[in-house]
C-alpha cells in the first residue's frame, strides 16, 4: 500500500528531486516535506502589476504582459552565446536578454504572449530586461504550466545553496503544497479553536500556503501573523510547561545559615550596591523556598554578579552543601577561581578549579576531594560536569555567561548531585538582552536584574580613529603606560587568510611588539594557545608583569584587571555591539578613567558607520543590545543558533514584543486551565510539541 503523503515524508519522494538535489535540500537542513514547506521566503518580488512597455522606467524591477515579436542567438567571440527575446505592445518594443542559455529559445515563438519580470535597464540607446524571469501566458503543453509561479504575482524568495535553484525550489515548493491538499493528509490544525477565534488567525493551511505564494499583501500579513504567533506560543508554552514543572520539584532547603555570609560583607571594602542587596534577597529567598530554584541574573558588565553568586554560594556551604559554578571558557573559569579563591581563603572556604586541560593527577587528587566533600566550591568549564564528577553535597550550580552553554547543559548542571531533593540553578550573563528576549529564551527562569554599577568606577571614554590617524591612538597609550597602566590591543581574526582585509593578530602582535612598544612587554593571547600558555599570559598581565595583551576575542568575558586604562579594537564594525560592549568592559574597572580606541581600517558603510557611532556614545549594554537586535536579528546577535535555544524563524523578539506578551499570556492560561496538558485539545498540543518543536523541547528538557 502507498504511503500517504504528509509533513514527514522525505523530500526525495517529490518529482525531480534527485541524489544531487537531495543533498542539496540536506545542506539547507530539508529533509522533509515539513521541512520544506517550514523553508519560508525571505523576501518577495511583488509582480502583481503589469506597466506597458512605454510606460517602463529605467532602474525599476518591472512586469511587463507582452508579445513576442522575434527571437534571436549570437555567438560571442571567446565561444559563448547571447540568446534575444524580443516582445512588444501597442506602446513600444522590450528586449529580453540571457547569456549562454540556448534551450530557451525553445520555449518561445512569434505571436506568443509572455509575462516578463526583471530590471529595467538601458544598453546601446534601447530598453531591456536581463535575465528576466518569465512566464508563458499560453503555454505549449500542459508539462510547462507551472502555475504561474514566477511572475504576475507575489514572488517568493528563498534562501539557497549550491545546486540548489530559485525556480526549481519554488516550484518544489508548489508541488509540495498541491500534492499535500490533493493525495495526503492536509494541514492538521496545531492551535485550539478558541485560540483561533480569539486572536483572529487564519488556519494552518491558508497559513502555509499564503506564506509561499499569497495572492495579494493582506494574505501574506495574514500569513506571516499566524505564522509568527504559532511560533511564539508554541515556545512560551514549552517554557510554561518547563516552569511549572520546575515549581513542582523539591529543592534542597536552605534556612539555617551560619556566619560566613556575614562575614565575608562586613569584610569587604566596599558596601554591596543596592541593586546586588536585592537581587541576593531574591536568590536567599529562593534556596529557603523548599523549591528548586532556576533564576537568570542578568547585569551589565561590572555590576558585581560575581560577587553576589559566591555570597550564595557561601550561603549553601555554610549550612553543610557543596556548590559548582561553570564558565563558558578556561580562561574565565581560572580567572573566576583565582578570584574566589582570594574571597574565600580568609574564610576557611576551600575552592578548587578544574578544567579540560587540568593534568590527570592533579585532576584525579580534585575528584577524589569534591567526593568526599573536602572541597566546598569546585570552579571549571563544562568539565565539572562530566560523568566521573561526583558532587555528593550539591546544593547550588551557578552558571555564568549562560548564552554560551547549551541549555541542555544547563539542565546537567542541576542533576549532578547525589540527594534526594535537586540542586538549586542560578545562570549568569553579562551579555544584557532585551526584556522581550529574555521572555522568550529564559521564559522557564525566574529573573532577577542587577541594574546598578558599583561607585568609584573611573568613566570610559570611546574614540572612533581612521586608520590615517593611527599615531594618535598609539601615543595616548603611550601615556597610559607610562602611567604604569597596562592596555589590550584586539583584533577580531588569529591569522591572515586569502582575500581577508583584517589585521592578524599574529602580524600586528610582531608590528607592535617591535614597533610600536619595544621597550614594553607585549603578549599575544588568543584561543589557539595551550591552556598552560594562555594561564602564563594572563597571569602575568593579572600581575602587571606583561604590560600589553595583543588579543583576539578570547578577553571578551571575565579578564578583571583594574589597572588596564586602554584597549585598541581592530575593525570594530566587524563584532556585534554586545560583543564590543563586552570587550569595552574588560577597561574601566578601576578608578581612574580609561579610553576604547575603535580603529576603523579603510572605508566604512554608512551602515556600519553609524552601528560604530551609536556604540561609541552609548554606555549602556541594554540600549546596545535593542539596537543589536534591530540590526542582526537575534540569532546573530546573541548566538542562540549556536547553542541550543530556541530559534526564530518569522518572530522578532523585540518588533514583536507585544504579540510574544499575548503568545506568554495564552500559553499561561491554557496551562492554568490545563496543566498537564490531560485534555484532548491539550493532548494535540502535546503531539504538536513533539512532531513540530521536538528539537526545542528535548533540548529544553536537558
Not at 511 to 522: D, G, I, Q, T
Request: aromatic share 6%; with cysteine.
Amino acid at each position: 500500500m502507498k504511503p500517504e503523503f504528509s509533513l514527514e515524508t522525505p523530500v526525495q519522494f517529490l518529482k525531480s528531486v534527485g541524489p544531487v538535489r537531495a543533498r542539496g535540500l540536506s545542506r539547507l537542513g530539508l529533509e522533509t516535506v515539513g521541512d520544506l514547506l517550514a523553508h519560508y521566503p525571505h523576501r518577495y518580488f511583488d509582480r502583481t502589476t503589469t506597466v506597458q512597455v512605454g510606460r517602463i522606467v529605467e532602474g525599476k524591477e518591472v512586469t511587463v504582459l507582452a508579445e513576442v515579436l522575434t527571437t534571436n542567438e549570437r555567438r560571442t567571440r571567446r565561444g559563448g552565446s547571447i540568446q534575444t527575446v524580443t516582445l512588444g505592445d501597442d506602446t513600444g518594443v522590450l528586449f529580453c536578454i540571457w547569456f549562454n542559455q540556448r534551450f530557451l529559445l525553445k520555449q518561445f515563438r512569434a505571436g506568443q504572449r509572455v509575462m516578463v519580470s526583471g530590471l529595467a535597464q538601458r544598453h546601446n540607446g534601447r530598453l531591456q530586461l536581463t535575465h528576466p524571469d518569465f512566464e508563458l501566458v499560453v503555454p505549449q503543453n500542459k508539462e510547462e504550466n507551472t502555475g504561474g509561479l514566477h511572475t504576475g504575482r507575489m514572488v517568493p524568495v528563498y534562501g539557497l545553496t549550491a545546486g540548489i535553484g530559485q525556480h526549481w525550489l519554488r516550484g518544489l515548493v508548489f508541488q509540495a503544497l498541491e500534492r499535500l491538499t490533493t493525495e495526503g493528509s492536509g494541514f492538521k490544525e496545531m492551535l485550539p479553536q478558541k485560540l483561533l477565534r480569539e486572536r483572529k488567525l487564519c488556519s494552518a493551511g491558508t497559513a502555509c500556503r499564503d506564506i509561499h505564494f499569497p495572492a495579494d499583501r493582506p494574505a501574506l500579513e495574514a500569513a506571516r501573523h499566524r505564522l509568527k504567533y504559532q511560533e511564539g506560543f508554541f515556545i512560551q508554552l514549552l517554557m510554561a510547561w518547563r516552569r511549572g514543572e520546575n515549581q513542582d520539584v523539591p529543592g534542597v532547603r536552605l534556612n539555617k545559615p551560619g556566619d560566613l555570609t556575614k562575614r565575608l560583607v562586613d569584610d569587604l571594602p566596599f558596601t554591596l550596591t543596592g541593586a546586588q542587596r536585592r537581587v541576593l534577597g531574591e536568590i536567599l529567598a529562593d534556596l529557603r523556598s523548599g523549591r528548586v530554584m532556576h533564576r537568570l541574573v542578568q547585569g551589565d558588565v561590572g555590576c558585581g554578579k560575581t560577587l553576589v553568586a559566591f555570597i550564595a554560594c557561601l550561603f549553601v556551604v555554610e549550612q553543610g552543601y557543596q556548590s559548582v559554578m561553570m564558565a563558558p571558557t578556561e580562561v574565565l573559569a581560572r580567572q573566576h577561581g583565582q578570584t574566589l579563591v582570594k574571597w574565600a581563603s580568609p574564610l576557611g572556604v576551600t575552592v578548587e578549579t578544574l578544567t579540560g586541560s587540568t593534568p590527570a593527577a592533579e585532576r584525579r587528587s580534585i575528584l577524589s576531594a569534591v567526593a568526599s566533600a573536602e572541597v566546598d566550591l569546585l570552579v571549571g568549564t563544562h568539565a565539572v560536569i562530566q560523568n566521573d564528577v561526583r558532587v555528593p553535597r550539591l546544593a547550588l550550580s551557578v552558571i555564568d555567561e549562560q548564552h554560551r552553554f547549551g541549555v541542555r547543559q544547563r539542565g546537567k548542571s542541576a542533576s549532578s548531585g547525589e540527594m534526594t531533593d535537586q540542586s538549586h540553578v542560578l545562570v549568569m550573563s553579562a551579555t544584557p538582552i532585551p526584556r522581550s528576549l529574555a521572555l522568550t529564551l529564559y521564559g522557564d527562569l525566574d529573573l532577577s536584574l542587577i541594574d546598578e554599577v558599583p561607585s568609584g568606577r573611573g568613566a570610559i571614554n570611546t574614540e572612533i580613529i581612521r586608520s590615517a590617524d593611527e599615531g594618535r591612538v598609539w601615543q595616548g597609550c603611550r601615556r597610559e603606560l607610562s602611567a604604569g597602566h597596562q592596555i589590550f590591543v584586539v583584533h577580531p581574526v588569529i591569522e591572515e587568510t586569502e582575500g581577508q582585509d583584517l589585521k592578524a593578530a599574529t602580524v600586528e602582535f610582531e608590528r607592535v611588539s617591535r614597533e610600536v612598544f619595544p621597550e614594553w612587554r607585549v603578549a599575544l593571547l588568543h584561543g589557539r594557545l595551550k591552556s598552560s600558555e594562555k594561564q602564563e599570559i594572563m597571569s602575568g598581565f593579572s600581575a602587571g608583569e606583561i604590560q600589553v595583551l595583543v588579543a583576539t576575542t578570547v578577553v571578551e568575558v571575565g579578564i578583571d584587571v583594574p589597572n588596564a586604562t586602554a584597549m585598541v579594537i581592530q575593525n570594530p564594525e566587524r563584532f556585534g555591539l554586545a560583543q564590543l560592549h563586552q570587550l569595552r568592559g574588560r577597561i574601566g574597572r578601576g578608578t581612574g578613567a580609561s579610553t576604547c580606541y575603535l580603529l576603523c581600517d579603510g572605508f566604512l558603510s554608512d551602515d556600519s558607520f553609524q552601528r560604530i557611532s551609536f556604540f561609541a556614545a552609548n554606555h549602556d549594554g541594554f540600549a546596545l543590545a535593542e539596537q543589536d537586535l534591530r540590526t542582526r536579528g537575534p540569532g546573530e546577535a546573541w548566538g542562540t543558533r549556536q547553542h541550543g535555544a530556541p530559534g526564530f524563524q518569522l518572530l522578532n523578539p523585540l518588533a514583536d514584543a507585544d504579540l510574544i506578551r499575548v503568545c506568554h499570556e495564552d500559553s499561561r492560561r491554557i496551562l492554568k486551565l490545563d496543566p498537564g496538558l490531560k485534555s484532548s485539545s491539550g493532548q494535540r498540543l502535546q503531539e504538536a510539541l513533539a512532531t513540530h518543536h521536538g528539537r526545542h523541547q528535548s533540548e529544553l528538557a536537558g
